[in-house]
């Protein structure tokens, strides 16, 4: 059974950090492009990050740009993601997924399969 497993969500003051888990089982990471996407309540999901395969493409939405960074392990199946200066927009539910296609190319969420069930961010004082 392939699955993403997402978890490091939790409540944190604005301005803390947080890093986000995503462990696959079932299958190798390595070939795959890993996006890390957000959906806040009442809003649609977005894309916050991606990693493509080996790590050579690193893009971010410009929303996090300079706050957040991932980061993959392969050998331990893991994707990362740091998030610091948290702000209250921040807040959502973070899911992660693979694609085999090119972080450049995968700009749909049907690009992506295989989605964790998320982690939860809360950003509040």
């Known amino acids: 059974q392939l699955q993403l497993e997402e978890s490091g969500g939790g409540l944190v003051q604005p301005g803390g950090s947080l890093r986000l888990s995503c462990v696959a089982s079932?299958?190798?990471?390595?070939?795959?492009?890993i996006g890390w996407f957000r959906q806040a309540p009442g809003k649609e999901r977005e894309a916050v990050s991606c990693i493509s395969s080996a790590g050579g493409t690193i893009e971010y939405a410009d929303s996090v740009k300079g706050r957040f960074s991932v980061s993959r392990d392969d050998p331990k199946n893991t994707v990362y993601l740091q998030m610091n200066n948290l702000k209250p927009e921040d807040t959502a539910v973070y899911y992660c997924?693979?694609?085999?296609?090119?972080?450049?190319?995968?700009?749909?969420?049907?690009?992506?399969?295989?989605w964790g069930q998320g982690t939860a961010v809360t950003v509040s004082s």
């Open positions: 079932g299958f190798t990471l390595d070939y795959y492009a």
């Open positions: 997924a693979k694609s085999r296609y090119t972080c450049a190319y995968a700009r749909s969420l049907s690009h992506y399969d295989d």
